[in-house]
């Protein structure tokens, strides 16, 4: 392929996933279940404190932009992956941006309950063939 540039005739010049990343590949923090429910929140409230730091600006990328407005109402981590039709991996880079600016909650999934034993269930059959 030499020195040709990645093109595609309908979008053109194609953007590899981790130049949207720039360059990570996992998120550093927490890990993001693919059935975690993310919601927007509010922006964080400014800091009263005179004599702290300001903090260094952040330019969020428009694929924050757009998570953020899916987000609206809370979607799994794959619905996010699947609407914007980006990898799960650069996804959850992306969410992790935003979780570390406090622009998204995390919600996570309920732990599966445990299931009934083998007993259990053949008690629920036997209890059925009894009707």
Do not use: N
């Not at 996010?80 to 969410?95: F, K, N, Q, W």
């Amino acid at each position: 392929m030499g020195g040709t540039a990645w093109y595609d005739d309908a979008a053109g010049p194609v953007v590899r996933p981790y130049a949207l990343t720039r360059g990570r590949t996992h998120y550093e923090g927490v890990e993001f279940d693919l059935v975690a429910l993310i919601v927007a929140a509010g922006p964080p409230e400014p800091a009263d404190d005179a004599h702290a730091l300001p903090a260094a600006p952040w330019a969020p990328e428009p694929e924050h932009d757009m998570i953020l407005e899916l987000c609206r109402t809370p979607l799994s981590v794959a619905e996010i992956a699947s609407d914007l039709e980006l990898p799960l991996g650069v996804v959850r880079v992306l969410l992790g941006d935003l979780l570390d600016h406090s622009l998204i909650q995390v919600r996570r999934p309920a732990p599966v309950a445990q299931f009934p034993s083998e007993r259990v269930l053949k008690e629920v059959i036997d209890g059925i063939r009894a009707l």
